[in-house]
């Protein structure tokens, strides 16, 4: 349910209360692991997917 006072402050704030250490570890490294996969994998078919996924998510490549 959205409140008037869900903004982006408030999330943050909730998510430090509910969220484990190993939540955020498993979390930051994901985000880190499919990070590298999208800068550095260069198989042509693959990169050429994630090159257009990029564009898709709104991520300036060149």
Avoid: K, Y
Avoid at 6 to 11: E, K, P
Avoid at 18 to 32: D, H, K, N, W
Wanted: hydrophobic share 50%; glycine share 8%; charged share 15%.
């Amino acid at each position: 349910m959205v409140t008037a006072n869900d903004t982006v402050h408030g999330r943050i704030g909730r998510a430090r209360t509910e969220l484990t250490t190993a939540q955020v570890a498993v979390g930051l490294a994901f985000v880190a692991a499919l990070g590298f996969a999208l800068l550095f994998v260069q198989e042509p078919t693959l990169h050429d997917s994630m090159h257009n996924f990029r564009h898709a998510a709104g991520i300036t490549c060149h």
